[in-house]
């Protein structure tokens, strides 16, 4: 009887780390990255209401909430509002939108419950969190990929000595290779003039996708199914991730500073 508990707790807990390994999700570091980012181009009043609605929680710590309750049935709903999916030749908009949501739907609720003044604090705390996660995600450029591939997760590809897919180099193999945590990784992306970040928070998220869109492109001809990548590839590429961590971070303060301080300065 003890040794059917103990294989049976073995088993369950090896199926559960595999579910949970094989999630495609950006990185929790990247995340994290991002949303610690955005902490710091906040406008004190903006500062303020996160703060609140947080109950003190951080942007950092909140930001994984969206990756965290996926394996949850009740909020199983939510699962495709993380990517949107279509032909690289194609925009957005040529497309119907998905009934089950994608990521543009995703933001656009977000949005609206932050900006409804008859919503209550739970679920714009729910919503809040939700878009720390989803304006990360929209700087991954395989979470804006081709549907046949699952955004590059089953094109399979050996990241150093191990089994990878594309869309894991992106979410979490380069910046874990990189080996800084949350806090180093944010103190240490490009360095932009007020210029270059100005310019960087303009426009919408629609606009920011159809950005993130060129370097899919890029992505998809990076690699071939099967080839082992490595340094080559981190040297090549790791400077357009810290770039999109850091394009996340500033758009998402933008988001923020818009719906929080609706009066502060573009
Ligand atoms: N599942 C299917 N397509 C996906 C994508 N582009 N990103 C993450 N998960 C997915
Ligand atoms: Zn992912
Ligand atoms: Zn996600």
């Not at 780390?17 to 495609?24: E, I, L």
């Not at 199983?76 to 993380?82: E, M, N, V």
């Not at 240490?188 to 606009?207: A, E, Q």
């Not at 370097?215 to 090549?236: H, P």
Request: net charge neutral.
């Amino acid at each position: 009887m003890r040794n059917i508990v103990l294989v049976s707790l073995f088993l369950l807990f090896n199926i559960h780390t595999t579910v949970m390994a094989s999630a495609p999700v950006w990185g929790k570091t990247g995340h994290r990255v991002t949303a610690q980012v955005a902490e710091k181009y906040l406008t004190p009043v903006a500062r303020q209401k996160v703060k609140a609605l947080l109950k003190g929680k951080s942007l950092a710590l909140v930001s994984t909430f969206g990756d965290d309750i996926k394996s949850d049935d009740r909020f199983r709903k939510y699962s495709p509002w993380h990517y949107v999916n279509y032909p690289l030749n194609k925009e957005y908009e040529d497309q119907r939108p998905s009934d089950q949501g994608d990521i543009v739907q995703g933001i656009a609720k977000c949005v609206a419950v932050l900006e409804d003044p008859k919503a209550s604090d739970a679920d714009k705390e729910f919503f809040l969190k939700m878009l720390v996660h989803f304006i990360g995600d929209l700087h991954q450029p395989m979470h804006i990929g081709k549907a046949e591939d699952k955004g590059g997760n089953d094109i399979q590809v050996r990241w150093f000595s191990e089994g990878s897919n594309l869309h894991r180099v992106w979410d979490s193999n380069m910046i874990d290779e990189f080996q800084m945590s949350y806090t180093e990784l944010s103190n240490n992306l490009p360095v932009l003039t007020p210029d270059m970040t100005n310019n960087i928070s303009r426009g919408d998220y629609k606009d920011w996708m159809r950005e993130t869109r060129q370097l899919t492109k890029e992505v998809y001809a990076s690699a071939r199914i099967g080839e082992k990548l490595g340094y080559r590839y981190m040297y090549d590429h790791f400077g357009e991730v810290r770039m999109q961590l850091l394009k996340g971070g500033i758009r998402l303060a933008a988001m923020l500073n818009d719906i929080f301080d609706p009066t502060s300065a573009k």
